[in-house]
Nanobody, 127 residues
Framework: QLQLVESGGGLVQPGGSLRLSCAGSGSTLDYYSIGWFRQVPGKEREGVSCISVNDVSTYYLDSVKGRFTISRDNAKNTVYLQMNSLKPEDTAIYYC????????????????????WGQGTQVTVSS
């Protein structure tokens, strides 16, 4: 059973950077497409970015294009979300999620098709 653990969240000033990590255990992430989602209280979970199996495709929410970069390190069984030029509106709990294969990319950014979820990490952008 795949388990995901996010880390790297915290408090950062506007314009700052954070790198979130999504570490997998119990299975290799090589076989999974990985998505990053975020959620604030009272709002639906929002797809931020995803990367397909074999890194063939990557998608980004329009508001984070050019600022966020998703990548994976197969040797460390970890997927990263590098977040630069952070804005207060990026404040949320960030979750990573996994789905086997590449089919989920066709349903992006619907979170319902992701099978495994981490517990989330809080990102707060504030001066």
């Amino acid at each position: 059973q795949l388990q995901l653990v996010e880390s790297g969240g915290g408090l950062v000033q506007p314009g700052g950077s954070l790198r979130l990590s999504c570490a997998g255990s119990g299975s290799t992430l090589d076989y999974y497409s990985i998505g990053w989602f975020r959620q604030v209280p009272g709002k639906e979970r929002e797809g931020v970015s995803c990367i397909s199996v074999n890194d063939v495709s990557t998608y980004y929410l329009d508001s984070v294009k050019g600022r966020f970069t998703i990548s994976r390190d197969n040797a460390k069984n970890t997927v990263y979300l590098q977040m630069n030029s952070l804005k207060p509106e990026d404040t949320a709990i960030y979750y990573c999620a996994a789905a086997p294969g590449i089919e989920v990319m066709g349903t992006w950014p619907n979170p319902l098709y992701f099978d495994f979820w981490g517990q989330g990490t809080q990102v707060t952008v504030s001066s």
